[in-house]
């Protein structure tokens, strides 16, 4: 019965900080959530690709982009 789901596009990987990037864009709540793990995780190296989505045009990425960098020691009263 039916047929077995394959999607369309394929998920960024989690490998490298442009990936990650990436993946923090993506509409699934899973995948952003992982990214946002590691990119908590690599602290102040993920600072700059964050801060280009903090200073986009995408008020919900930019909301996602001020959370993570909100948590990065050190950095709250920079960003909030």
């Known amino acids: 019965k039916g047929r077995k789901y394959l999607p369309t596009e394929a998920i960024p990987g989690f490998d490298n900080e442009e990936q990650l990037l990436e993946s923090f864009q993506n509409p699934s709540l899973a995948v952003q959530a992982k990214a946002s793990n590691a990119l908590r995780a690599k602290g ?11 200073n986009g045009k995408n008020s919900r ?20």
């Open 44 to 54: 102040s190296s993920a600072e700059a690709g964050l801060q280009k989505l903090w």
């Open 61 to 80: 990425l930019r909301a996602r982009a001020l959370w993570i960098l909100a948590k990065m020691e050190g950095k709250a009263q920079t960003y909030v």
